[in-house]
């Protein structure tokens, strides 16, 4: 009897990630009979040549399954279950007014260089909680370089462990790396703070799609998740296939098309800078490591059910970043309308003493005055700032109109400026977190 060869397209349910494309191409390429295979992320499909005397359609979707997919039936891309939907999105914002709410909002994506007023670790915690797919993604790599060796030169506690020490930190730096390199990237294009605001106004778009994406609740933006040729991809696959390096196939890793990575990788580009967009994707690779340093032992007490909660939660928190990526980049743009927030005080006006309009205000964690001056009179703003009351947010403003950049210190602070002319001008914090409006009108 001779060969018949058919093709068939195959829509499959939990594709999370373009690298999900060359898992499943691996398995299908393993599978006797199969002659071609090619899957498709942004479709959620394979399409697959085979021998349908060797093989039937049913070993293949069984292959597929057993490589931790879902095989649908029907011939159209699965509509998403609205319920399911609905769910996700209520948890999304209930996330996103919660860390508000607790002023950790501004944690969750700090902007520029860090100091000792910043906190990041957001970041590890977005690590820890998309590290189950890097499991999936990565957990057969990881597992077979973790195997100890067996080196008669080596002995001791350490010579067991030192495979996935190696592994680990090879992804570790490569990951840094890349962060240092992206946001040096961002750092050339962004000049102004308007500019910086774009940047991270389309950085956040493209952040909170991809942690939609990895929810699986909208397929059909799957299109839009940015991604490294298909063919540099394979490059590396093959590359860490042939090498027997731990250290080697880590510091590739740091290269693959990985949905949370990338995500990552955007956020480091936004903070125009290279050493935060280093800080950034070493914290977030750290908060990787503890799971897949401890693969080898505990992978197979996590069952799919732990896995896929881990990683839905990891996607909300990868979507509330988009999000705060995107006020940041709202306010910092210029586009938004802050005269009226909710975080603004009441409105002070100016008294004039010594041909000096005097203002004072006291600073508050989560608020900045809204003030009213006269136009063509000098303004001299006098701040207190209590003991307590300067956070990582609000210890520095930005007011465009004036081009001032003003650094609080505990006590009074004093910003001068000359108001020429009539009209409502906004000014924020260097995050773009805290906002408020100073308003110019004639006598």
Partial sequence: MGNELKTKRIHIGGMTCVNCETKIERKLHSTPGVKKAKASYSFGTATVTYDSDVVSLENIADAIEKSGYKVLTGNRQPRSDISRVIGFLIIIAAVYMLLEQFGLLNMLAPSRLADERMGYGMLFVIGLATSV???AMCGGINLSQSIPRGDENEDGKFAAFKPA??????????????????GALGSAITFTNAMQGALKLAAGVFVAIMGINMLDIFPRLRVLNPGMPKFFAKKINAEKGQSKSPLIVGLL?????????????IYALSTGNPFTGALSMFLFSIGTVPLMFGLGAFGSLMGKKFAGKAMSAGAVLVVVLGLSMLQQGWSLSGFADMSGSAGDVQNESAVVENEYQIIYSTLTGRNYPAITVQAGTPVRWIIDAPQGS??????????????????FEPGENIIEFMPDNEGVFRYACWMGMIRSAITVVNN
């Avoid at 190696?166 to 890349?178: D, E, H, P, Q």
């Avoid at 890793?253 to 990788?265: D, E, I, K, S, V």
């Fill in 253 to 265: 890793n740091g290269f693959m098309p990985c949905g949370p990575l990338q995500a990552m990788q």
């Fill in 133 to 135: 797919h890097c499991i």
């Fill in 390 to 407: 300067i956070n990582g947010c609000n210890y520095r403003i930005f007011i465009s109109e004036y081009d001032i950049e003003h650094t």
């Fill in 165 to 182: 020490f190696l592994y680990n930190a090879g992804r570790v730096f490569s990951y840094t790396a890349v962060g240092f390199t992206v």
